[in-house]
């Protein structure tokens, strides 16, 4: 079982419209939202093994919120193949990584994030993928379970969505 946990990005600065969309910076919403989720990570124990990050600046940044919970102990691979990225490439990322790694936390963009969860998840808990295709908004996290042993054998379908939050969940 191979554990995949997506965090879209913290809500960024549409403040100076001249800043180039990679380099945007999270607004203090975001900082804020970004805390709380690494606060419910460590509550819940969902530590990864490593983290995929995008290398744009308002992931690096919400990577960063995390990182002052959580600890920087985590190997954290800053990717630039991650930015906007679609969700096949995305999941050809996954498939990359080494089987010594159980768990994953890959902090992205939508729309790859949501159509990712979307291709692996198998429907089984319809309340919470309903909330789940209703919207993942900034800083939202998923917690996906994936029936399968290898990284590589990662596929279409097969994978529970264990647990959908937003930040409103963690006030």
């Given at each position: 079982?191979?554990t ?24 203090q919403?975001g ?13 819940e ?7 995929l ?5 308002r ?6 919120r995390?990182?002052a919970?959580i600890?920087d102990?985590i ?7 991650l930015y906007?990225?679609?969700?096949g ?20 963009h939508?729309p ?9 998840i ?22 996906l ?10 596929k ?5 969505l ?5 930040p409103?969940?963690?006030?």
């Amino acid at each position: 079982m191979k554990t995949i946990i997506l965090l879209r990005h913290a809500k960024s600065s549409w403040d100076d419209t001249s800043v180039d969309d990679h380099d945007r910076p999270l607004n203090q919403r975001g900082e804020r939202a970004a805390s709380l989720v690494a606060a419910f990570l460590r509550h819940e124990k969902l530590l990864p093994d490593v983290i995929l990050c995008s290398s744009a600046r308002r992931t690096r940044e919400t990577l960063a919120r995390l990182q002052a919970v959580i600890g920087d102990d985590i190997p954290a691979l800053i990717e630039d193949g991650l930015y906007l990225a679609s969700a096949g490439k995305l999941l050809d990322r996954l498939r990359g990584l080494g089987d010594d790694a159980a768990s994953v936390l890959l902090i992205g963009h939508n729309p790859g994030l949501e159509d990712l969860a979307a291709t692996l998840i198998e429907p089984r808990n319809a309340a919470l993928e309903e909330k789940l295709a209703a919207k993942f908004p900034t800083a939202g996290l998923a917690v996906l379970r994936a029936d399968s042993g290898t990284w590589a054998g990662l596929k279409r379908r097969n994978a529970r969505l264990d647990l959908f939050v937003i930040p409103k969940d963690l006030v």
